[in-house]
């Protein structure tokens, strides 16, 4: 598998990691969440967790399983601001009902084997207008994602608390041993 996912906690350094993957030329998808978010702001909608938290949850799969695909059979790598299966782990956190669609999506749709996490960090965390968690429910969020990916039989790769150029070369370094061929950037 070709997708590489980077998840974690809210405010653990993921989206800063995949910006510098791009930066570094490789194809990435961002976090759907926050687009959504945005978007809703914007238009002032309701699909805001604390306004209709069912259809923001249907949004935000939708568009993951939309960027799941957005791969296709392609032999480069493409790395991804979450996976499917936050999903499933957001919705536990919350104490919410998860879809039996989430669970076989999440089964079916599956991506390299190992994941890469960056661990609950205080020193980098902050809120903002999108991430309302406190540091404390972003840990509890935490444990749920690696429960998730664990119980799915990923292999579960911690990101090292470091500069953000050290991250990628970490992650970049632990996919040469399966991606030799393709760890090229586009041009």
Known sequence: MNRIVITGGPGFGKSSIIRELEERKYFVFHEISREILEN???????????????????????GRLEQFHAAGNSARLYFYDRGLPDSLAYLLADEKDVPPHFMEEARLCSYYHKIFYTPPWTDIYQQDEERWEDFGYAEKIHEYIMRFYGGLGYQLIEIPKADIASRVDFILTELEKDFTDYLHPRP
Not at 44 to 54: A, E, N, T, Y
């Open 40 to 62: 809703q702001k914007q238009a002032d909608g309701s699909i805001v967790p604390w306004k209709d938290h069912h259809a923001f949850n249907e949004a935000v799969f939708k």
